[in-house]
């Protein structure tokens, strides 16, 4: 544990998360100063959509390298369409669009039809590179949406959704060794080399930040900070009983604080608002506890 981590008198996590009906870790770090809290940082843990973070920091680094150009456009045709509810995956029509319309929309509403283009465009082994390269060793890329959706149907033997205790406990997507995977330090970092210019150049690490800070989804980290002047960036995933996000808060004095929080539910229900709640409660705790 480094130095800097508060030890003493820290905010009371475990019942936080336990209260709510979930699991937690969490992870949460001053990004200018390095002050930092955590509460289990560095567990192993599924990302789900999470993972769509390190494929936007790649792209963006190979768009600076001139391996590929952002603006070229694409046609993503149904049989390139993704299972899921929101963004392309949702449209029935040929979609023409360029490259880094695809990188907005797979973060700002988790769209992934256009996770799935962008990563066959800019590769696995190169965003597990670009990973090695920053020290992130446990945080590892080894799939698509496309083979998440099929590993769950093929570890249960049915399509969603999955409620059932032991089809869940079969899902090869909710296990670390199998899965995309990170921690919550690792994701938290990886936001902060976005914060600090350090993951690719100036005017991409700008852009990446304005594409983090339009993610639409308020039930989660921002929930935590419902005020006009603090600016809340990041990315949700989710699978069944499966809830995260990893983000940036940002506070008017100009600090700025990069936080992760994992949660696993006790109940397999697809709706369970105190478990999303939660993640923006234990954010807002541990900022609370970095500004003090």
């Given at each position: 544990?480094?130095?800097?981590?508060i030890?003493?008198?820290g905010?009371d996590f475990?019942?936080l998360?336990r209260?709510a009906?979930v699991?937690?870790w969490?992870?949460a770090?001053?990004i200018?100063?390095?002050?930092e809290?955590?509460h289990?940082?560095?567990?192993?843990?599924?990302?789900?959509?999470?993972f769509?973070?390190?494929l936007l920091v790649?792209?963006?680094?190979?768009?600076?390298?001139?391996?590929?150009?952002?603006?070229?456009?694409v046609?993503v045709t149904?049989g390139d369409?993704?299972?899921?509810?929101?963004?392309?995956s949702a449209?029935?029509?040929d979609?023409?669009?360029?490259?880094r319309d695809?990188a907005?929309?797979?973060?700002?509403?988790?769209d992934n039809?256009?996770?799935?283009?962008?990563?066959?465009r800019?590769?696995?082994?190169a965003v597990?590179a670009?990973l090695a390269?920053?020290?992130l060793?446990s945080?590892?890329v080894?799939?698509?949406?496309r083979?998440?959706n099929?590993?769950m149907?093929?570890d249960?033997g049915?399509?969603w959704?999955?409620l059932?205790?032991d089809?869940i406990?079969?899902?090869?997507?909710?296990?670390?060794?199998?899965?995309?995977?990170s921690t919550?330090?690792?994701?938290a970092r990886l936001f902060?080399l976005i914060?600090r210019?350090?993951?690719?150049?100036?005017?991409?690490?700008?852009?990446?930040r304005?594409?983090l800070?339009?993610q639409?989804?308020p039930?989660r980290?921002?929930?935590g900070?419902p005020y006009?002047?603090?600016?809340v960036?990041?990315k949700?995933g989710?699978l069944?009983?499966l809830?995260t996000?990893?983000?940036?808060?940002?506070?008017?004095?100009g600090?700025?604080?990069?936080?992760?929080?994992f949660t696993?539910s006790?109940?397999t229900?697809?709706n369970?608002?105190r478990a999303d709640?939660?993640i923006g409660?234990?954010?807002r705790m541990?900022?609370?506890?970095?500004?003090r």
């Amino acid at each position: 544990m480094s130095e800097r981590t508060i030890r003493h008198s820290g905010p009371d996590f475990e019942t936080l998360f336990r209260v709510a009906g979930v699991t937690g870790w969490l992870y949460a770090a001053d990004i200018d100063s390095g002050r930092e809290v955590g509460h289990g940082a560095d567990e192993p843990l599924p990302t789900a959509s999470m993972f769509k973070v390190p494929l936007l920091v790649e792209f963006c680094r190979q768009a600076d390298a001139g391996l590929l150009d952002p603006t070229s456009r694409v046609t993503v045709t149904a049989g390139d369409r993704v299972t899921g509810p929101t963004g392309i995956s949702a449209m029935l029509d040929d979609v023409t669009i360029s490259l880094r319309d695809l990188a907005y929309l797979m973060i700002a509403v988790s769209d992934n039809s256009s996770a799935d283009m962008l990563l066959g465009r800019v590769g696995i082994d190169a965003v597990n590179a670009m990973l090695a390269k920053y020290g992130l060793d446990s945080t590892r890329v080894t799939q698509s949406c496309r083979e998440l959706n099929d590993s769950m149907r093929t570890d249960t033997g049915h399509g969603w959704p999955y409620l059932d205790p032991d089809d869940i406990a079969r899902l090869s997507s909710l296990d670390p060794a199998r899965a995309n995977r990170s921690t919550p330090r690792e994701m938290a970092r990886l936001f902060g080399l976005i914060w600090r210019d350090e993951a690719a150049s100036r005017a991409s690490c700008a852009w990446m930040r304005a594409v983090l800070n339009m993610q639409v989804w308020p039930h989660r980290l921002a929930s935590g900070f419902p005020y006009d002047d603090v600016a809340v960036s990041g990315k949700t995933g989710t699978l069944p009983t499966l809830r995260t996000e990893s983000g940036v808060v940002e506070y008017p004095d100009g600090r700025r604080y990069a936080v992760a929080v994992f949660t696993r539910s006790f109940s397999t229900a697809l709706n369970q608002p105190r478990a999303d709640a939660v993640i923006g409660t234990a954010a807002r705790m541990a900022v609370d506890h970095l500004r003090r």
